[in-house]
């Protein structure tokens, strides 16, 4: 579950520091507020929703410019590994409300009924965004297969 919650935490604050820190107020959270639960079945979601909320915090108290630099992965030998680091480089670049669906998505295989719920937008919102956020993607990795990836 820790490890769930990251995912997603990376997709909205970038920094490792900061979504270590928005793992543990989440699950401090959801320990203290556990009661709140109304059904147990939606535990993902509601837990998933502390955390964006946290995330949010976060980036509002430190918003800042991050240089692609500070989050590409180091390269390896592998071009799997290449090809691994590209998509999350190109992901990272998406404005956070793109790099959340998607990580939901794709990441966390959540349903667009479950995303919709976690983040309280319409269907139709989450399916707009998935929509943009390929295209930009797509667009984002031919740019950096001719060497030009560029933070938008």
Partial sequence: MEASLYKVSKAILISDSECLDAVQETIL????????????????????????NECNKIRKVQTRIVQMDDYLEPTTVSEQTDAIVDVQSAIN????????????????????????????????????????????????????????????
């Fill in 29 to 52: 959270n959801a320990y203290t507020n556990i009661s709140q639960l109304r059904e147990p079945k939606y535990f993902k979601t509601w837990i998933t929703r502390i955390l964006i």
């Fill in 93 to 152: 670049c998406l404005e956070p409300d793109l790099r959340t669906v998607i990580t939901l998505y794709y990441y966390e295989d959540l349903s667009i009924k479950e995303i919709a719920t976690i983040l309280d937008i319409a269907s139709g919102t989450v399916k707009s965004r998935l929509n943009r956020a390929r295209t930009k993607l797509g667009g984002l990795l031919n740019n950096h297969a001719e060497g030009r990836l560029i933070h938008e």
